[in-house]
């Protein structure tokens, strides 16, 4: 428990968390009255501007992962993560690149759902819908535990309450705001989300320069007998960070390819009203994203000059972001927790809307049921409780840091969505039985990848993956690999003449 | 740039580039990964630009093209200094900066993105204009009635 920190002062910034807290709730019950059919429910609704869906989405990506967890990983190996966050240019090359594509499918066809979207590149493929299910599933898990860290971190720092009882309360509101108003409420409040986010992110950096003086005192700090007597390594401060190399590799890499492919950005995309409307939609988004980006690298670089200044003393990465604010008052405290909040609030509620998705109409369509559209909303609700209780129990067992599990959940979406809805929409030749074939090989490498994290993690084998590259980046090679070379190897599909054109714009 | 057999191609290419970034990456040459994810970025820019079986090449020159170059300069000179100073303090820094994260401030993060922002923006035209997005909505649909819009032979 935070000792030093007053009592009302507290319950101050408590009452400013559940103020996002009562706020989203407050637009999702709003936005119920939106929600004017199933379709609408799940996402197929295209009715969202550019500022709402680009807000949206930059909260949706960054998640408790970039407020939590990036700022952690700043304090402890320097500036690798950096790069991740930094990569904001790729956002607007996968706008480029796909985005007129996957809006133009939704145009052609009931479009909800990524399910949707590869039913109509791929002829209705059961075995793709699947798969791409099972691994979506995966990917949720690990992102949502990644929020539910961060949300238990924060209240834990404040009042050291039980992290499982902080959990259940906070995703317990979660989940009735977004069973209320689906997708629709979702998208709503996560603009309102990226809102607080921005705005924390502004606070945060003009802080930043008012406590350190700048960049060169944190420079300096961690390179002088300060820095070393905080057991802080002054290579952090190079472009690469203190990590071995390939981690700078992988947090380039990752986010610059993954990005175009994350459930966040693909569905956010078909529920644009206008597609010519991209390029300002990527404009918000990555504008805001910078935001964030500064907002990280300030409260990385603020741990790391209070800590070399003994000004702070920071017992576990995750809780740096806290730290900070902590040392830097009530207003920096007022703005922080709620931006944490709103990070892992957006974030979750688009990946419960997803497995609700998966569960209600993705999954039984690849069993080939068809559930009545009324019943898949009630089906969805019901699914979006379980997968919330999941995720808590996942994080629970985990116990990994907050950015850690992020990344593993990028991962793991990026190998389920890339060949089906990257190469499936650049390349015509993209055959159903290829995909299916480089899907069934990422769901064997992602939970071979898993499996042997596990092991690791209890001691039970010391296995290195080549180069000390990161498991997901061979998951999403495989995918990919396995894909084009199925896809050369089998005989072309008939492609419906509506999807050539959407294909060909 | 005609498309034809070029999608595949391009997309085989795309492979490889995939297997030689991984396989640097594994082999230790991570460095020389982040040279081969620049051009296989290259090689989706052109996949990506292509319309009714053309490729356009304009498109991707601007403003893909000169991102990709900031980037391949952002890499080269963050690793030049990051090994110049290695162990050591920078004798100089920028903007407050060790010089090799100025790098990538500058030209991995700020101007990437303004570029990219601002240039999407610029050539949103070309990359879909009202004209060709409404030929495809009457298209689409007419294609729904049982009519696909255009001659197929």
């Keep these: 428990m935070n000792a030093e920190m007053g009592e009302w002062v507290k319950y101050l910034i408590l009452a400013s968390s559940l103020a996002v807290l009562v706020i989203s709730f407050g637009i999702g019950v709003w936005a119920q009255k939106k929600v004017t059919s199933p379709e ?10 550019p500022l709402t869906v680009g807000l949206a989405t930059m909260a949706a990506v960054g998640s408790a992962f970039a ?9 402890s190996t320097g500036n690798t993560i950096l790069l991740f966050m930094f990569a904001a240019p790729g956002f607007v090359f996968g706008y480029l690149v796909i985005g007129k594509k996957v809006r133009a499918m939704a145009e052609i066809g009931t479009v909800a759902s990524l399910g949707d979207l590869a039913d109509l590149r791929f002829n209705g493929h059961r075995g793709i819908k699947l798969i791409l299910s099972l691994m979506l599933f995966i990917g949720c898990a690990m992102y949502l535990s990644a929020q539910v860290e961060a949300c238990a971190k924060l209240f834990e720092n404040l009042f050291e309450w039980n992290k499982l009882v902080i959990s259940v309360v906070i995703f317990a509101i979660l989940i009735a705001y977004t069973v209320l ?6 998208i709503l409040t996560q603009a309102f989300q990226g809102f607080v986010i921005v705005l924390a992110g502004l606070i945060f950096t003009v802080a930043f320069f008012t406590v ?3 960049f060169e005192p944190v420079l300096a700090a961690i390179s002088d007998s300060r820095g070393g007597a905080a057991d802080l390594d002054p290579a952090a401060m190079t472009a690469w960070g203190s990590l071995p190399g390939v981690y700078a590799f992988a947090w380039v890499m990752l986010p610059t390819l993954g990005i175009m492919c994350q459930p966040q950005v693909l569905t956010r995309i078909m529920m644009l009203r206008n597609p010519r409307e991209l390029p300002k939609l990527s404009l918000y988004a990555v504008s805001t994203n910078v935001i964030t980006g500064m907002m990280v690298m300030a409260i990385g670089y603020c741990a790391i000059f209070l800590a070399a200044n003994g000004l702070v003393e920071i017992d576990h990465p995750d809780k740096a972001v806290f730290k900070v604010a902590d040392y830097l008052g009530l207003v920096a405290q007022l703005f922080v927790y709620p931006a944490v909040l709103a990070a892992a609030l957006s974030t979750s509620s688009l990946f419960l809307s997803l497995a609700g998705n998966i569960v209600s109409r993705d999954l039984p369509g690849s069993f080939g049921i068809t559930i009545d559209p009324v019943r898949q909303v009630t089906v969805s609700r019901i699914a979006m409780s379980v997968m919330g209780i999941a995720a808590i129990g996942f994080a629970s067992a985990s116990g990994d840091m907050v950015a850690i599990l992020g990344t593993y959940g990028f991962g793991t979406l990026a190998a389920a969505t890339f060949p089906i809805f990257i190469i499936g929409l650049l390349w015509k030749g993209a055959t159903s039985r290829g995909v299916m074939t480089g899907m069934l090989a990422a769901l064997l490498a992602t939970v071979s990848g898993v499996t042997v994290e596990l092991l690791n993690r209890f001691g039970h084998t010391d296995f290195a993956w080549p180069g000390g590259v990161p498991w997901y980046v061979f998951v999403m090679a495989t995918a990919i690999l396995v894909s084009i070379a199925a896809s050369l190897l089998t005989t072309r599909d008939l492609l419906d003449r509506r999807v050539e054109m959407a294909m060909d714009l | 740039m005609k498309n034809g057999r070029t999608d595949t191609l391009l997309i085989i290419v795309s492979g490889l580039l995939w297997l030689a970034m991984v396989g640097l990456a594994a082999a230790g040459h991570w460095f020389a990964g982040l040279f081969a994810l620049l051009a296989l970025l290259l090689v989706y ?3 990506g630009s292509s319309h009714k079986g053309q490729f356009d090449l304009k498109l991707v020159a601007f403003p893909s093209l000169v991102w990709i170059v900031m980037w391949a300069a952002a890499f080269w000179v963050g690793n030049h200094y990051a090994e110049l100073y290695a162990g050591r303090e920078p004798d100089f820094t920028v903007f407050g900066f060790h ?12 101007v990437p993105t303004l570029l990219m922002g601002f240039g999407f923006e610029a050539v949103k035209d070309r990359w879909l204009s009202q004209e060709r997005w409404d030929e495809f909505l009457r298209r689409a649909h007419d294609t729904d009635d049982g009519n696909d819009g255009e001659d197929r032979s």
Aim: charged share 5%.
């Design chain 1, 67 to 75: 407020v939590v967890g990036v700022p952690g990983l700043v304090y």
């Design chain 1, 40 to 49: 609408a429910f799940f996402g197929g609704a295209k009715i969202f501007g």
């Design chain 1, 212 to 214: 350190t003086g700048g």
């Design chain 2, 45 to 47: 820019g052109v996949l």
């Design chain 1, 181 to 186: 108003s689906g997708e629709i409420g979702g």
């Design chain 2, 99 to 110: 010089p090799s994260f100025a790098a990538i401030v500058v030209l991995f993060w700020i």
